[in-house]
């Protein structure tokens, strides 16, 4: 696809995005809005695991972060909403980049193992400072209201504002990685040991993505808790973030796009597999996700790069094939 055709795409989706609340129910609304707020948090962990390549199975941990984050600045000290997404940012890069650094001495299956550590920790932390966190019944919220007057009700205005924000951090995510900062990157995933050699901090950049990736997921903690309006210990199980871990493998591994796709899957296919079977709907999921990653083994947006640049190899073939005959013919 050419830089022209992505660009209309690109438009066409946005604009697309921008007037589906016209056409769509609250709830059905609610749902497309925790899709944006997968995909941030997908795409931080993509970040970290797809492009840098470390194994997180514990990113619940920084999405309750940011959720708890939001909902303390609320709730507890009456702060203003649109303080609570840059808090929870900052805290959660803060406390990934701390987490990175001592996972400095992990690699591989290690490092998926103090992750997933972490995730079961949480929880219980969680639990036990009851007078913050309002231990397992959790703290309520109410929505925040459209401001200035606009015609949006709760639903509609969390939607537009996690539109807003997730546009901002993909834009922001793709200039890093299209960068010399993401070279370096990729450069430690694909050979730590040449990357070190050719003068690039390994120790420092897999901190700061470790922290970036930690970052982004707790902007979208705290948006999840904006638009549910309730946060508990016990939805943040690890479960969770094994679920994350699934949404960039269907999605798409190092693939900014993946994580749409991604944040799609783990919001609709649970529901799906819930109306086919309310006897057995995990057994649903499992067979949908056997098939999803038997079919496209690359992730959806891996599958859909291969057969664009499986096309436009076989036109260059066909367009090489034609040139020749068109030039005998036009000597004869």
């Known amino acids: 696809m050419s ?47 797809g492009y840098n390549g470390q194994i997180s199975l514990g990113h619940g941990a920084f999405y309750a972060l940011g959720a708890y984050t939001a909902a303390i600045m609320i709730d507890r000290w009456s702060l203003p909403y649109a303080l609570t997404l840059p808090a929870a940012g900052l805290l959660c890069l803060v406390a990934g980049f701390l987490f990175g650094i001592p996972a400095l001495r992990l690699e591989g299956l290690y490092l998926a193992l103090a992750t997933f550590a972490l995730a079961l920790a949480v929880p219980q932390i969680l ?24 015609p949006l009700n709760p639903d509609q205005w969390l939607y537009f504002v996690t539109l807003a924000v997730m546009l901002v951090l993909f834009v922001l995510a793709r200039n890093l990685l299209a960068g010399r900062t993401g070279r370096a990157i990729v450069a430690i995933r694909d050979n730590a040991t040449a990357a070190q050699a050719m003068g690039i901090n390994t120790a420092l950049y897999k901190s700061l993505t470790f922290g970036v990736s930690a970052a ?37 591994l190092a693939s900014i796009s993946g994580a749409i796709l991604g944040g799609f899957f783990i919001q609709f296919v ?29 992730g959806i947006a891996g599958t859909v790069r291969l057969l664009v640049a ?3 190899r076989r036109a260059e073939t066909a367009r090489a094939a034609t040139a020749p005959r068109a030039g005998t013919a036009k000597a004869g």
């Open 127 to 150: 639990k036990y400072f009851e007078d913050w966190t309002g231990g397992s019944q959790g703290i309520v919220l109410s929505k925040p209201k459209a401001p200035w007057g606009l």
């Open 216 to 252: 982004y997921t707790g902007v979208a903690g705290a948006l999840s808790a904006l638009t549910i309006a309730f946060v508990a210990p016990d939805t943040f199980n690890v479960f969770l973030s094994i679920t994350f871990l699934v949404g960039i493998v269907v999605g798409g």
């Open 3 to 49: 830089g022209r055709a992505r660009l209309v795409a690109v438009l066409a989706l946005l604009a697309g995005a921008a007037v589906l609340p016209l056409f769509v129910s609250n709830f059905r609304l609610f749902q497309f809005t925790q899709v944006a707020t997968y995909a941030i948090a997908l795409l931080g962990l993509n970040m970290l695991t």
């Open 270 to 298: 649970p529901n799906w597999a819930q109306d086919i079977s309310k006897a057995a709907p995990w057994a649903i999921y499992g067979v949908f996700l056997i098939l999803t990653m038997y079919v496209m083994p690359f």
């Open 310 to 312: 499986r096309r436009r």
